[in-house]
């Protein structure tokens, strides 16, 4: 069965606002990665936080990790139009499960 | 350093024939991973390959589908008998350890049509 589970599942901003995007999943993870798909494309790796790490940033990215919880969140502050595309949240265990994925919309 | 190259990028077949989707990874890696997204969906994980090895075909059908990746050359994931609930987008993603804690790198896809 599907690990992560997005949401939401599509949001739409103004560039220059921020972004937020949430993952739940299951089970113990060694760790969790965000990827981001344009479309017609393949996925393209964002961020990687391990088990034992709480947040991480990269750029205009912020991710943070609860695992009591079992979230994740992705923020992208200072949206561009160019962020427009779908966010995958994986798990990772000995493979890796996707979520089902946000669709960002950033208008200009 | 050319990244993960699938062919071909499009791919349409009648019901019935046989589809061959093809990946050579990034130079150095010899870890590779086949998915399959749906519209609108995530990815979802199909069998994770070593040179000459398969390591984990957990996510493939066991009738029809059958992948390899042999030591010289690309990896193919290979579809027989097509149905069209084979219509989907087949990614690879190539690592060059099989770590959990590194990332994949992904090809574009081939985008299989069934008629």
């Known amino acids: 069965s599907q690990q992560g589970e997005e949401d939401p599942q599509a949001l739409s901003i103004q560039e220059g606002e921020n972004a937020t995007m949430n993952c739940s999943y299951k089970t113990s993870i060694n760790n969790l990665q965000w990827y981001r798909q344009n479309s017609g494309r393949g996925l393209v790796h964002l961020i990687l936080?391990?088990?034992?790490?709480r947040e991480k940033h990269s750029g205009r990215l912020r991710v943070t990790l609860d695992t009591s919880k079992k979230s994740s969140s992705l923020l992208i502050t200072a949206s561009r139009a160019a962020d427009t595309a779908s966010y995958f949240c994986?798990?990772?265990?000995?493979?890796?499960?996707f979520g089902t994925g946000t669709r960002l919309q950033v208008f200009p | 350093n050319a990244g993960v190259m699938q062919n071909p990028r499009h791919l349409v077949r009648r019901r019935g024939q046989e589809a061959r989707l093809r990946c050579s990874p990034m130079k150095g890696h010899s870890h590779v991973y086949w998915y399959r997204q749906l519209p609108e969906e995530g990815l979802k994980f199909m069998v994770y390959?070593?040179?000459?090895?398969?390591?984990?075909e957990s996510g493939m059908p066991k009738e029809r589908f059958s992948a390899e990746f042999p030591k010289e050359g690309p990896s193919i994931l290979r579809i027989q008998q097509v149905v069209r609930g084979d219509s989907a987008a087949y990614f690879c993603?190539?690592?060059?350890?099989?770590?959990?804690?590194?990332?994949?790198?992904f090809g574009d896809g081939t985008r299989l049509s069934i008629l």
């Open positions: 390959l070593q040179k000459e090895n398969i390591i984990d």
């Open positions: 993603a190539s690592s060059p350890w099989g770590d959990s804690n590194q990332p994949q790198h």
């Open positions: 994986a798990t990772s265990t000995d493979k890796l499960i």
């Open positions: 936080i391990r088990s034992n790490e």
